[in-house]
């Protein structure tokens, strides 16, 4: 299964993949901007990597708890799945601890896995727990630095983007949309 979405969801007709085939108009100005920013001042290539965009690995992107989590739908579906997976004093657990269901490592506390970018416009609301309806409030999210959380991953730093910079790290990602394989469709 995990050879078969490598090969056949990963998108392959993005502007993107035109343009690191050679077709230097496949993106727009600000797109290519927003490349430069990604792979540098940014740095979301440090997670966002490889035909993906994923390292596949789990990290712990800065996210305060959620107040949804207040609602009793959402703290019966928490403390299910602390039951589900034998965590101690499950009626006690008020937030999603993410890896650390699987691991009970406290290392693995909030931290979740990598998602692709690939047809990110067609994926909102955004985050694991779709906190966000627009990828402004993504790009916002991280250029703040995330929330200062405990565990928080090192990496996630207050960028200081101008509105500019975060305009062309939009147009980068839209420019990961592509067509699916007409294998799969």
């Not at 997976?85 to 601890?97: A, H, L, S, W």
């Not at 779709?130 to 996630?156: C, F, M, P, S, W």
Request: aromatic share 10%; net charge neutral; with cysteine.
């Amino acid at each position: 299964m995990a050879v078969w979405q490598r090969h056949f969801l990963v998108t392959g007709d993005s502007d993107f993949d035109r343009y690191m085939k050679g077709n230097m108009l496949a993106m727009s100005e600000s797109a290519v901007r927003g490349m430069d920013l990604f792979k540098g001042k940014a740095g979301c290539v440090a997670c966002h990597n490889g035909p993906n965009f994923t390292d596949s690995g789990f990290h712990n992107t800065g996210l305060k708890r959620n107040k949804e989590f207040d609602k009793p739908e959402f703290q019966k579906i928490l403390v299910f799945d602390a039951r589900r997976m034998k965590i101690d004093n499950p009626e006690k657990v008020n937030d999603d601890p993410g890896r650390y269901l699987v691991t009970k490592d406290k290392a693995d506390w909030k931290k979740f896995k990598t998602p692709t970018l690939r047809n990110l416009a067609d994926t909102a609301p955004y985050m694991h727990d779709g906190r966000y309806e627009t990828l402004d409030a993504v790009i916002e999210h991280y250029n703040r630095g995330g929330d200062k959380v405990e565990n928080q991953d090192a990496r996630i730093q207050p960028l200081g983007l101008t509105q500019a910079e975060k305009d062309d790290l939009k147009a980068f990602l839209h420019a990961l949309w592509g067509e699916l394989s007409k294998l799969i469709l």
